[in-house]
């Protein structure tokens, strides 16, 4: 069974830039998540989807943070415009349902300069 | 409110001894899953266990167990006779429907030494 796959895995960008990520979760999974992870912390929830619908996006920052959910598979998370603090790796995952376990990609590390 | 306290930042430990991960939790529903996953070098956050709040008994895998205690809140990860392969960082997640989201502590990083 193939994993949930994200690119790119890595990213530069210069503050005010915009950037995407992509992820293409396990097939059959209902639920995704895109999650922060500041180095040395733990992963912070951004938003949750189930199916195509918005469960919780009460931390992300919406001023410059989107995502959606393309006919609940794929999604993509967009930041505009980025800033230095958003340098972090942005992990996606997928579950069968909400209450079930969670697998991750890979993750996309991007850098803000 | 819900959250995951994992209050060991850091362990550092020599090969073949035991060491015993702490997860503390809070959560106002009844119905909820705890679980642990790893985090090796190479970054990928890999799941180890799931467990509902049902269910109290302990599991053993392989030398991985966990210890779960309603009564204090808390779901321990206990790694036997440890190995240099198990250098990571591990996390504590918490999920229940009342808050409908999958959150995580903030990792302890194990450090296991030849």
């Known amino acids: 069974e193939a994993g949930v796959a994200q690119s790119p895995r890595y990213k530069i960008i210069e503050k005010r830039q915009s950037v995407a990520f992509w992820c293409n979760p396990i097939s059959g999974h209902a639920t995704l998540y895109w999650y922060q992870q500041i180095l040395g912390q733990g992963p912070k929830l951004l938003i949750q989807?189930?199916?195509?619908?918005?469960?919780?996006d009460s931390q992300l920052p919406k001023d410059r943070f989107s995502a959606e959910r393309l006919k609940g598979v794929d999604s993509t998370l967009k930041i505009q415009p980025a800033k230095l603090e958003d340098s972090a790796v942005y992990l996606c995952?997928?579950?069968?349902?909400?209450?079930?376990?969670?697998?991750f990609g890979q993750g996309t590390r991007l850098t803000v300069v | 409110a819900q959250k995951v306290t994992q209050a060991q930042t850091e362990i550092s430990v020599v090969e073949k001894e035991d060491v015993t991960l702490d997860c503390v939790y809070e959560t106002r529903d009844t119905t909820y899953y705890l679980f642990w996953y790893k985090q090796p070098p190479s970054g990928e956050l890999v799941f180890l266990i799931r467990r509902n709040s049902f269910d109290e008994q302990n599991e053993i895998s392989g030398r991985y167990s966990w210890n779960f205690q309603k009564s204090t809140s808390s779901f321990n990860f206990t790694i036997t006779a440890s190995q240099v392969v198990d250098s990571a960082v591990y996390f504590c997640?918490?999920?229940?429907?009342?808050?409908?989201?999958?959150?995580f502590g903030a990792g302890t990083r194990l450090a296991v030494h030849p």
């Open positions: 997640a918490h999920f229940s429907g009342g808050y409908n989201k999958l959150i």
């Open positions: 989807f189930q199916n195509n619908g918005v469960v919780d």
């Open positions: 995952a997928s579950s069968l349902d909400r209450d079930r376990e969670a697998f």
